[in-house]
């Protein structure tokens, strides 16, 4: 069997359902209960993944940003990225995470060594010495890789901004003004454009592409709310 899962569509509600449930199982126990701003390697702490920093040279795609060793159990990070946002490195490395819960057969990580590997500047898989292609896509966003990239992303969102963090670092704020929408971005410890995202995929706020007009959205569907209550 393959370390990794043959591709499989998840709905929003599922892979949201997936990172709530190791939200509450770690809020049960006070050494893992998650804060914000939030910080991703708890949760790989949580999981039984070490998160290391170390230089990992570009290859023929061009800079890689992080990558997952499943069989060792690390996300290995590169270093060049603590020039960047902190936002942007907790995303890098929930990401990451969204692909072990999500793609990585954990019945199967004793197996083969390959790796997962995260562009620097824009999401996108790789393994080495593997018989399936996880290659970087780029705007193919119908292929598959770029559907479990997406997974992977989507997964990392709802990580870093649960819907009942939202409500109530949101609290006091006008989502239609981006002063407050950079507070809840500190609130939050993310980065502003995945906020926004964040914010325009539950239907909160709808900004029109090639402008910085906010409007006020239609709130969260049903399905979100009987999924969170």
Known sequence: MSILKPYRFYPKESIERRAHDILT????????????PFESSLVADFL??????DEIPADEEGE????ILP???TIEINEKILEKPQGFIESTIAHEIGHWVLHINQDEVDGEVKQLELQLGEYGTKPTNSDEPFVCRGS???SKIA???WQAQYFASCLLMPQHILEEKKLGLDLTKWSDLY????????TIS???NRLQDLGWITIPKGTRKIYRGQGITENQQRLFG
């Open 147 to 149: 559907s479990i990239e």
């Open 64 to 67: 890689i940003a992080a990558r």
């Open 140 to 142: 193919a966003y119908d």
């Open 71 to 73: 069989t060792e159990r």
């Open 25 to 36: 199982r770690m809020q049960t126990q006070s050494n893992f209960a998650p804060q914000w």
């Open 183 to 190: 507070q809840l971005r500190d609130r939050l410890g993310v």
């Open 194 to 196: 995945n906020l926004t």
């Open 48 to 53: 039984d993944l070490g998160v290391v920093w």
